[in-house]
């Protein structure tokens, strides 16, 4: 069955420190990959994606992705963590165009002062 | 700038109770998607329509109908609400499928008592 693993209920990071979100995935194909960010009582918004090319996608906020595919893996980061960059964080993977994305369970991500 | 809106953000229905979520776009997006979140459970596909006219069943469609009414509102009803169904609801859009990611609702939280 395809799938989306976030090995992390949540990660606590200090302000100022890098930051790394996991996610792996098991899908056919060739996938497209996504990050969304949920801050509370808000809608996912969208952060990043990677469809094909350069194996690191840069995004929203200052936040990159890398795209391993003999890992089957797409971790989220970001050199330097805000406290405003606490959410909860969401990595979604489609085996094509046609397909519905497929998702996480999610990440909570907490940067502490 | 709306995206997409959702209505209501919040309600509570007694059991057996019915009510209709809306969902409306203004992008011009052809593919709407109903998703429900639930803790530690990501995002859970309830229903999708692919373009005006089409609605197909998503991962956990079971109590719940949906009705695409033109290209720019797709509604989510509960014909007899079960406390099961507690839980956020979010509404999306894409403009055609995985690879142009999907705008979200800010979302309904319904509570079934």
């Known amino acids: 069955a395809q799938s989306v693993a976030q090995p992390e209920d949540q990660v606590n990071v200090a302000e100022g420190n890098p930051l790394t979100v996991k996610c792996t995935y098991s899908?056919?194909?060739?996938?497209?990959l996504f990050w969304y960010v949920q801050y509370p009582n808000r809608g996912l918004q969208f952060l990043l994606k990677?469809?094909?090319?350069d194996n690191l996608v840069k995004g929203s906020y200052g936040f990159e992705a890398e795209f391993n595919k003999s890992q089957t893996s797409f971790h989220l980061k970001k050199p330097s963590a805000l406290v405003s960059d606490s959410a909860l964080y969401f990595c979604a993977v489609s085996p094509d165009s046609n397909y519905q994305l497929i998702w996480g369970a999610g990440t909570k991500l907490i940067i502490k002062p | 700038n709306a995206g997409v809106t959702q209505t209501p953000k919040f309600q509570v229905l007694k059991t057996g109770q019915s009510m209709t979520l809306q969902c409306a776009q203004d992008?011009?997006?052809?593919?709407m998607y109903w998703y429900r979140q639930d803790p530690g459970m990501g995002l859970r596909l309830i229903y999708y329509s692919a373009s005006e006219g089409t609605t197909d069943k998503g991962e956990v469609p079971n109590g719940y109908n949906v009705s695409r009414l033109n290209k720019r509102e797709f509604s989510l009803r509960l014909e007899s609400a079960a406390p099961s169904q507690t839980s956020v609801y979010f509404c999306a859009s894409s403009e055609d499928g995985a690879p142009y990611g999907y705008t979200f609702g800010s979302g309904t939280r319904l509570t079934v008592v």
């Open positions: 899908v056919s194909g060739n996938p497209y």
């Open positions: 990677y469809i094909t090319g």
């Open positions: 992008m011009n997006h052809n593919s």
